[in-house]
C-alpha cells in the first residue's frame, strides 16, 4: 500500500526542514526507497540545468540523491507578484491543484512512502486558496504538526493550527516537539503527551535543542550582506559558535583569541586584525597540525588596505567586508536566521542524526496509516 503524509509547523523557523531530513533518512532504513514533495514553495533557486525549484527540494534532492524530477519534487512555486497575479485571474486555481496532484500520484506511485513537506505555518498560502491544510486536503493524506519544544504556548500554537485541519477535514496525525531544552524534556514529554490526548492523537518525538544547527557559516553572512568573501573562500561553510564584537585595546584582545570564532571590528582598527594574524601565525609555528578557525568580518565606511587583505589572505582567513557600523552588523547577525542549505554537508549531518534518534518511527509509521 502506497502511504503519504504532509508534514507541517506552528510556523517559520521551527525547524519543519530540519526535521523533515530526520524523517527522510529515517524512513529510508525501513523501505525500499522514499519519496519527498513539496508541493507550494516561496524561496526557490535555479538549478545547473537552469530549472527554478524550492530550495528545500534541491537540499533533499542533492543529499538524498532521489531520482525524481526537480519538476514533479517542486510543482509550485510562489514569486514575487505571483499572489498578485492570482487575484487578478492571470493564474488558474485548478491549474496549480492539477500540477500538485499529477506530481504526488507520479512520486507515490514510485515509492511505498512519501513524505510531503509544507511551507511556513497552516495558513501560509491562504490568499491563493493553497494553505498547508488545504494542499494536504486535496491529496487526502493525514498531517503531522511540528511545534517549539515547549509547553503552554507550544499547545496554543498547535491548537490555532489544528483549528484549519479541522476546517478543511485534515485528519491530524501527530505531534513533533523541536528544539526541547535538556532540562526540560523529560517535563514536556510528560504533560504535552497528556495534552495531546485530548484530541487522540500522538506525540511522536522531542527533539532536543542542538546549538550547532543554529551556527551560522560565512556563507550565510555573504547572504545575510549581500556580498561576497574577500579572502578565504575555500573556508566559505566553515561554522562559527562564538561571536566577538572587538572595540577594545589590542592588548586585551589579545588574551581572547580563540578558535572557532567570528570577529567584527572595524577595517581602520589594523592592531586588531594585525594581533589576529600573529596569534594565527603564533600558533601555526608551535603547531602546524593546528588550525585556528576564525572568520573576520570587518566593517565601517572605509575599507581594508590591500597590503592587510594580501595579509589576511597569505593566512587563510575568511573575511568579507561591509560598509556598515559593527554594531549594525552585529544587529543584523543577531536577528537574521540561519537556514540549512544543500552545501553545509555537516550541518545536514548533524540534523539528521540528532532528529532520527529521536523519533518514534513505529508509532509514527501506525499513526500515518
Same mark, same amino acid.
Given at each position: 500500500?502506497?502511504?503519504?503524509?504532509?508534514?507541517?509547523?506552528?510556523?517559520?523557523?521551527?525547524?519543519?526542514?530540519?526535521?523533515?531530513?530526520?524523517?527522510?533518512?529515517?524512513?529510508?532504513?525501513?523501505?525500499?526507497?522514499?519519496?519527498?514533495?513539496?508541493?507550494?514553495?516561496?524561496?526557490?533557486?535555479?538549478?545547473?540545468?537552469?530549472?527554478?525549484?524550492?530550495?528545500?527540494?534541491?537540499?533533499?534532492?542533492?543529499?538524498?540523491?532521489?531520482?525524481?524530477?526537480?519538476?514533479?519534487?517542486?510543482?509550485?512555486?510562489? !514569486?514575487?507578484?505571483?499572489?498578485?497575479?492570482?487575484?487578478?485571474?492571470?493564474?488558474?486555481?485548478?491549474?496549480?491543484?492539477?500540477?500538485?496532484?499529477? @506530481?504526488?500520484?507520479?512520486?507515490?506511485?514510485?515509492?511505498?512512502?512519501?513524505?510531503?513537506?509544507?511551507?511556513?505555518?497552516?495558513?501560509?498560502? @491562504?490568499? +491563493?486558496?493553497?494553505?498547508?491544510?488545504?494542499?494536504?486536503?486535496?491529496?487526502?493524506?493525514?498531517?503531522?504538526? =511540528?511545534?517549539?519544544?515547549?509547553?503552554?504556548?507550544?499547545?496554543?500554537?498547535?491548537?490555532?493550527?489544528? #483549528?484549519?485541519?479541522?476546517?478543511?477535514?485534515? &485528519?491530524?496525525?501527530?505531534?513533533?516537539?523541536? &528544539?526541547?531544552?535538556?532540562?526540560?524534556?523529560?517535563?514536556?514529554? *510528560?504533560?504535552?503527551?497528556?495534552?495531546?490526548?485530548?484530541?487522540?492523537?500522538?506525540?511522536?518525538?522531542?527533539? !532536543?535543542?542542538?546549538?550547532?544547527?543554529?551556527?551560522?557559516?560565512?556563507?550565510?553572512? *555573504?547572504?545575510?550582506?549581500?556580498?561576497?568573501?574577500?579572502?578565504?573562500?575555500?573556508?566559505?561553510?566553515?561554522?562559527?559558535?562564538?561571536? &566577538?564584537?572587538?572595540?577594545?585595546?589590542?592588548?586585551?584582545?589579545?588574551?581572547?583569541?580563540?578558535?572557532?570564532?567570528?570577529?567584527?571590528?572595524?577595517?581602520? &582598527? $589594523?592592531? =586588531? =586584525?594585525?594581533?589576529?594574524?600573529?596569534?594565527?601565525?603564533?600558533?601555526?609555528?608551535?603547531?602546524?597540525?593546528?588550525?585556528?578557525?576564525?572568520?573576520?568580518?570587518?566593517?565601517?565606511?572605509? !575599507?581594508?588596505?590591500? @597590503?592587510?587583505?594580501?595579509?589576511?589572505?597569505?593566512?587563510? =582567513? !575568511?573575511?568579507?567586508?561591509?560598509?556598515?557600523?559593527?554594531?549594525?552588523?552585529?544587529?543584523?547577525?543577531?536577528?537574521?536566521?540561519?537556514? #540549512?542549505?544543500? $552545501?553545509?554537508?555537516?550541518?545536514?549531518?548533524?540534523?539528521?542524526? +540528532?532528529?532520527? @534518534?529521536?523519533?518514534?518511527?513505529?508509532?509514527?509509521?501506525?499513526?500515518?496509516?
Amino acid at each position: 500500500m502506497k502511504r503519504a503524509f504532509f508534514v507541517a509547523a506552528t510556523g517559520q523557523n521551527v525547524g519543519k526542514t530540519t526535521t523533515c531530513l530526520g524523517l527522510v533518512s529515517g524512513l529510508q532504513k525501513r523501505h525500499a526507497s522514499v519519496g519527498y514533495l513539496k508541493p507550494v514553495g516561496q524561496e526557490h533557486v535555479e538549478t545547473e540545468t537552469g530549472i527554478h525549484v524550492d530550495k528545500d527540494v534541491l537540499l533533499f534532492h542533492s543529499h538524498f540523491q532521489l531520482k525524481d524530477s526537480y519538476e514533479e519534487m517542486s510543482p509550485v512555486l510562489f !514569486p514575487r507578484g505571483f499572489t498578485r497575479d492570482y487575484l487578478d485571474g492571470k493564474v488558474s486555481h485548478e491549474g496549480l491543484v492539477q500540477k500538485i496532484e499529477r @506530481s504526488f500520484h507520479a512520486i507515490t506511485a514510485r515509492h511505498p512512502i512519501t513524505v510531503l513537506e509544507g511551507t511556513g505555518h497552516m495558513g501560509v498560502g @491562504s490568499i +491563493v486558496n493553497l494553505n498547508n491544510a488545504q494542499v494536504a486536503a486535496h491529496l487526502q493524506v493525514p498531517l503531522l504538526l =511540528i511545534a517549539s519544544g515547549g509547553l503552554g504556548s507550544s499547545f496554543d500554537e498547535l491548537e490555532l493550527n489544528r #483549528i484549519q485541519c479541522e476546517k478543511h477535514g485534515v &485528519r491530524l496525525a501527530g505531534v513533533i516537539l523541536n &528544539r526541547v531544552l535538556d532540562e526540560k524534556r523529560a517535563m514536556i514529554i *510528560e504533560y504535552m503527551t497528556k495534552a495531546l490526548r485530548r484530541w487522540n492523537i500522538p506525540l511522536l518525538g522531542c527533539i !532536543p535543542y542542538d546549538a550547532f544547527l543554529t551556527t551560522p557559516t560565512m556563507a550565510d553572512y *555573504e547572504q545575510l550582506f549581500q556580498t561576497t568573501l574577500t579572502t578565504g573562500e575555500e573556508f566559505r561553510w566553515r561554522h562559527f559558535e562564538n561571536i &566577538r564584537l572587538v572595540a577594545t585595546s589590542a592588548e586585551m584582545y589579545r588574551s581572547l583569541i580563540f578558535s572557532n570564532q567570528l570577529i567584527i571590528t572595524p577595517a581602520d &582598527r $589594523e592592531d =586588531i =586584525i594585525l594581533a589576529t594574524l600573529t596569534r594565527y601565525w603564533d600558533l601555526k609555528i608551535a603547531h602546524p597540525e593546528e588550525e585556528l578557525e576564525l572568520g573576520l568580518i570587518l566593517t565601517g565606511k572605509n !575599507p581594508p588596505k590591500d @597590503s592587510l587583505i594580501e595579509q589576511i589572505r597569505r593566512a587563510h =582567513i !575568511p573575511m568579507l567586508y561591509i560598509p556598515l557600523a559593527s554594531f549594525v552588523a552585529l544587529k543584523m547577525i543577531h536577528s537574521s536566521t540561519t537556514k #540549512i542549505r544543500s $552545501e553545509d554537508t555537516p550541518k545536514i549531518q548533524e540534523a539528521v542524526k +540528532v532528529v532520527e @534518534s529521536h523519533l518514534d518511527f513505529d508509532q509514527l509509521e501506525k499513526a500515518t496509516m
